[in-house]
């Protein structure tokens, strides 16, 4: 199974930018869907971008359309996240999570429920 740690969380100004990167272990992150979550206090996770590494699709929710970006890096097996024009309201722990395929589908690809394996999360603050 995969293991995944993430890091590139931080204190940002708003309008700053952010590159979180999620490093895959124990086996090759391609297998999997991946996903960035992130979760503020008092709030649900939220799935925000995924990532299909056999058909290359990605998926965003639309508040973060435009000005996240999930890519990857397959030697590295490193799934990353641009996060640009930040918000205070993207102020949340991020979290990386891998799906074997098992309960994963399309329309539920937001849903922490899909996914198997997690990162510890990483935090980011955005001030105002």
């Known amino acids: 199974q995969v293991q995944l740690v993430e890091s590139g969380g931080g204190s940002v100004e708003a309008g700053g930018s952010l590159r979180l990167s999620c490093v895959a272990s124990?086996?090759?992150?391609?297998?999997?869907?991946m996903a960035w979550f992130r979760q503020a206090p008092g709030k649900e996770r939220e799935g925000i971008a995924c990532f299909r590494p056999k058909r290359g699709l990605t998926y965003y929710v639309d508040s973060v359309k435009g000005r996240f970006t999930i890519s990857h890096d397959s030697a590295k097996n490193t799934l990353y996240l641009q996060m640009d024009a930040l918000k205070p309201e993207d102020t949340a722990m991020y979290f990386c999570?891998?799906?074997?395929?098992?309960?994963?589908?399309?329309?539920?690809?937001?849903?922490?429920?899909?996914?198997?394996?997690w990162g510890q999360g990483t935090q980011v603050a955005v001030s105002s």
């Open positions: 999570a891998a799906a074997d395929g098992s309960r994963w589908t399309t329309w539920a690809w937001s849903r922490a429920s899909s996914y198997t394996f």
């Open positions: 124990g086996d090759a992150f391609s297998n999997y869907y």
